[in-house]
């Protein structure tokens, strides 16, 4: 055995839901395995999306075997256009997947115009040499097809990489996990078990997806009216659910939303979808036929600003117009953090007069993560030597470490990190290394900022106590006022005491500027900061508010 050593670093998905993303390093080389994103607190003012910080990829670029995505939801391949615009400039790493997850990151980087990348969807069960690593994808079941468990071979040892999965032994399309391989890698002997984390923290086994489906057809039984079902634009099974009980009950099928209509048009032409001839009608012929006629299968599940969902709750869709007696059916649970959204637009579909339909009130909708037991069965297959949980939040991270202990794996072999704590293997054994730089990346726009970016900041103090813009005009001889200072404001809450209060600051302006042409301040940028020091002091003492004062000083 080499004297080489292994490290596994977590660059997200560690005390979070979403963004997952784990590098894996041996012997100088790198795979890297997901690319996810996750979307905005609402503290993260007109951000887009949020990204791991892979400054620690851009630095060792040409370190990079290849890119491994174990399924494609947005938390586990979001992020690719980003990271390969990034590092592509030096090295355009080969990426892998299943069919599906191939397919959908080629419709992803093909809009970000990155069509030279290398992607390859290979079978599970073949192993693949990546310089120092042999590569094999795994079967497993969630909620969207060809999701795979990752295994990464060196000569140190095996490291295992769960991605999202739920033991479902009856699925809806295709076998269930593939328990076998898992048991005989467990034989083998697995160095370290990286873990899904997501339902630690639920009781029992999961529900099987094809349970969910007789209870659709329940539900639309009972629907008059139209029909809006929401999910995860990305829940191809679910999708076949919905279709399968409109065809049962003789509606037509609409796709609202266009990365819903994107990826069933990948999920049908790769054959996971199969809709009935006829069936499927365009969203603008909606309006077109009955009411009882009709099923629209939308985005918005989780109460996303832009939306299709979001937008008919608002009466802000363009081509479908919610009214009372429509039925909405929540076909998906909020994300932790994106609960406020989703009860807003469950409030507004009320408003409206709509039934709405959550899986509170019927089983109509199956978790892709497995719960408890099914945790367990993983660590009782695979009798990892070590256990990294990953892909959770702090708690479900402590939750899942207990688990491993009940099922008598040494505490000590069990590793609860966050994102930026390296593990590092050698012949001796498993250490934590020293934490290497991780966090978050914004995307506003198209554009990617410093996760440290002041522009964040000033929204905020904008949000909270407006803004006050002084422009005063002085002498370029004298640094005496000359006329009286423009005081402009915006967001501040004193309307009432505006007149008196604009009166005060401008006497105030002049005062900073005839103390400062006392002391013999003449530079522009001093002048500035000296105003903004007292109109802040003074703004202060006054309203206790403290908006954001921008002077502007203008020499004559």
């Known amino acids: 055995m080499s004297g080489a050593k292994l490290r596994v670093l977590p660059l997200?998905?560690?005390?979070?839901?979403?963004?997952?993303?784990?590098?894996?390093?041996?012997?100088?080389?790198?795979?890297?395995?997901?690319?996810?994103?996750?979307?905005?607190?609402?503290?993260?003012?007109?951000?887009?999306?949020?990204?791991?910080?892979?400054?620690?990829l851009r630095e060792r670029a040409k370190d990079i075997e290849a890119i491994v995505v174990t399924h494609g939801h947005e938390d586990h391949l979001g992020a690719l256009p980003w990271v390969l615009r990034e590092l592509g400039a030096v090295h355009s790493p080969m990426v892998f997947g299943g069919p599906l997850t191939i397919a959908m990151a080629r419709s992803?980087?093909?809009?970000?115009?990155?069509?030279?990348?290398?992607?390859?969807?290979?079978?599970?069960?073949?192993?693949?040499?990546?310089?120092?690593?042999?590569?094999?994808?795994?079967?497993?079941?969630?909620?969207?097809?060809?999701?795979?468990?990752?295994?990464?071979?060196?000569?140190?040892?095996?490291?295992?990489?769960?991605?999202?999965?739920?033991?479902?032994?009856?699925?809806?399309?295709?076998?269930?996990?593939?328990?076998?391989?898992?048991?005989?890698?467990?034989?083998?002997?697995?160095?370290?078990?990286?873990?899904?984390?997501?339902?630690?923290?639920?009781?029992?086994?999961?529900?099987?997806?094809?349970?969910?489906?007789?209870?659709?057809?329940?539900?639309?039984?009972?629907?008059?009216?139209?029909?809006?079902?929401?999910?995860?634009?990305?829940?191809?099974?679910?999708?076949?659910q919905v279709v399968d009980a409109a065809a049962a009950l003789g509606r037509k099928v609409a796709l609202v939303g266009r990365s819903m209509r994107k990826n069933v048009n990948i999920g049908r032409s790769l054959g996971h979808i199969d809709v009935p001839e006829g069936m499927m009608i365009q969203p603008h012929e909606v309006e077109d036929w009955p009411d009882h006629k009709i099923v629209a299968i939308s985005t918005g599940s989780q109460g996303e600003p832009l939306s299709a969902l979001r937008r008919m709750a608002y009466n802000d869709h363009r081509q479908i117009t919610l009214r009372s007696g429509d039925t909405v059916v929540f076909s998906a649970t909020p994300i932790p953090g994106n609960e406020r959204a989703v009860n807003e637009t469950i409030d507004r579909l009320y408003h409206i007069g709509c039934n709405v339909i959550t899986p509170r009130d019927a089983p109509i909708h199956a978790s892709g993560h497995g719960f408890e037991e099914e945790l367990k069965l993983m660590l009782n297959l695979v009798r990892p030597r070590y256990v990294m949980p990953i892909h959770g939040d702090h708690k479900r991270i402590h939750l899942h470490a207990e688990l491993a202990d009940s099922v008598g794996i040494d505490p000590d072999a069990v590793f609860k990190l966050e994102n930026g704590l390296p593990l590092d293997f050698d012949a001796n054994g498993a250490r934590v290394g020293d934490r290497?730089?991780?966090?978050?990346?914004?995307?506003?726009?198209?554009?990617?900022?410093?996760?440290?970016?002041?522009?964040?900041?000033?929204?905020?103090?904008?949000?909270?106590?407006?803004?006050?813009?002084?422009?005063?005009?002085?002498?370029?001889?004298?640094?005496?006022?000359?006329?009286?200072?423009?005081?402009?404001?915006?967001?501040?809450?004193?309307?009432?005491?505006?007149?008196?209060?604009?009166?005060?600051?401008?006497?105030?302006?002049?005062?900073?500027?005839?103390?400062?042409?006392?002391?013999?301040?003449?530079?522009?940028?001093?002048?500035?900061?000296?105003?903004?020091?007292?109109?802040?002091?003074?703004?202060?003492?006054?309203?206790?508010?403290?908006?954001?004062?921008?002077?502007?000083?203008?020499?004559?």
């Open 436 to 556: 290497e730089q991780a966090g978050m990346i914004f995307v506003d726009g198209v554009d990617i900022g410093d996760p440290a970016d002041v522009a964040l900041r000033d929204r905020r103090m904008l949000s909270a106590d407006g803004i006050f813009i002084v422009v005063a005009t002085v002498s370029e001889q004298t640094g005496e006022s000359v006329v009286p200072p423009e005081v402009i404001f915006r967001g501040v809450p004193f309307i009432e005491q505006a007149d008196e209060l604009m009166s005060d600051i401008r006497e105030e302006v002049e005062r900073s500027l005839s103390s400062a042409a006392r002391e013999g301040i003449r530079e522009i940028d001093l002048l500035q900061q000296e105003l903004h020091d007292d109109l802040a002091k003074f703004v202060y003492d006054r309203l206790r508010r403290r908006p954001m004062v921008l002077p502007v000083v203008v020499e004559v």
């Open 108 to 240: 992803k980087l093909d809009e970000h115009n990155l069509r030279d990348v290398e992607l390859e969807d290979i079978p599970t069960g073949e192993q693949i040499s990546l310089g120092p690593f042999e590569l094999e994808l795994i079967h497993m079941t969630h909620s969207i097809p060809d999701s795979c468990a990752v295994a990464l071979t060196t000569e140190l040892g095996t490291v295992l990489l769960t991605g999202d999965y739920k033991f479902d032994q009856t699925p809806v399309d295709g076998p269930p996990a593939d328990v076998a391989r898992l048991a005989e890698l467990g034989s083998e002997g697995v160095l370290l078990l990286c873990g899904d984390s997501t339902n630690a923290d639920r009781p029992g086994f999961s529900p099987s997806e094809r349970g969910v489906g007789p209870h659709l057809e329940e539900v639309f039984a009972r629907a008059e009216g139209r029909i809006i079902v929401t999910s995860f634009a990305s829940n191809i099974h679910r999708v076949q």
């Open 12 to 56: 997200g998905g560690l005390g979070e839901i979403g963004k997952n993303m784990t590098v894996v390093e041996y012997d100088g080389r790198i795979v890297v395995v997901d690319t996810g994103l996750r979307f905005p607190t609402t503290d993260m003012l007109g951000i887009d999306l949020v990204l791991p910080d892979f400054t620690y």
